[in-house]
């Protein structure tokens, strides 16, 4: 079977990282997580004080872009590439409220958007991966022989979230979560740089009631169909 790039875009919580991830893990792919990046440019900038008051300072962060190496290691112990900035393993730390909450300021900045999608096309760029993101099929690889628009309701990706949140030991409510993952569709979706759409080739996927097997068992599929 001959290796392919496969996309996966859509928008926030829709569990595009979790079946991305297994994904790859099933046919031996490259998996990457671009909203990681982002959140670790996003981590980045609150750990400098590039961030207060709700605003970016983008000057500041623009110039100091090149301090800026992320990179993904493999953890045996919990099964999946964990985010690096600058040597330090942030997995956790960019998984927070308070990281998405400015993460989709910080994917409007056109300059990280550049870093960033020229660092994820050279991952891709020997095929046999699975990445995941808001751009992936329609900026990062226009030319990817599979692509997946994954959506869900507003209610049902932040239930999602929210369950997830509490499981990291978070404590906040689920209407925060709520008007969080509302807000981000907005901005993410209005951006005049590289907005969340549907690419016109891309296969929809509304997973409001589809398991990740569920979900993975259609792909499985379309990735026949590509073979054949």
């Not at 962060?61 to 600058?86: C, H, M, P, R, W």
């Not at 807000?183 to 009631?209: G, H, W, Y």
Request: glycine share 4%.
């Amino acid at each position: 079977m001959s290796k392919i790039v496969i996309a996966i875009d859509g928008f926030s919580s829709t569990g595009k990282s979790t079946v991305a991830r297994r994904l790859a893990k099933e046919l031996g792919y490259i998996y990457v997580d671009t909203g990681a990046m982002y959140r670790a440019v996003t981590y980045f900038a609150l750990q400098n004080g590039l961030i207060a008051n709700d605003k970016v300072d983008k000057q500041e962060l623009i110039s100091q872009l090149n301090d800026i190496q992320i990179t993904f290691k493999f953890n045996k112990t919990v099964g999946i590439a964990e985010v690096y900035l600058n040597g330090n393993n942030i997995e956790s730390d960019i998984r927070t409220l308070k990281v998405s909450q400015h993460v989709s300021h910080i994917a409007e900045i056109s300059e990280v958007r550049r870093k960033l999608v020229e660092q994820q096309q050279l991952m891709g760029k020997d095929k046999g991966v699975v990445m995941d993101g808001r751009d992936i099929a329609t900026v990062v690889f226009p030319d990817a022989e599979l692509k997946i628009f994954m959506t869900a309701s507003a209610e049902t990706r932040a239930t999602r979230r929210y369950k997830e949140l509490l499981q990291r030991g978070h404590n906040l409510s689920y209407d925060d979560v709520l008007k969080n993952v509302v807000t981000r569709d907005k901005i993410d979706s209005t951006r005049e740089d590289s907005p969340l759409v549907k690419a016109v080739d891309a296969i929809e996927f509304d997973n409001s009631t589809m398991t990740i097997d569920e979900q993975l068992q259609e792909i499985r599929k379309l990735i026949e169909q590509k073979n054949e």
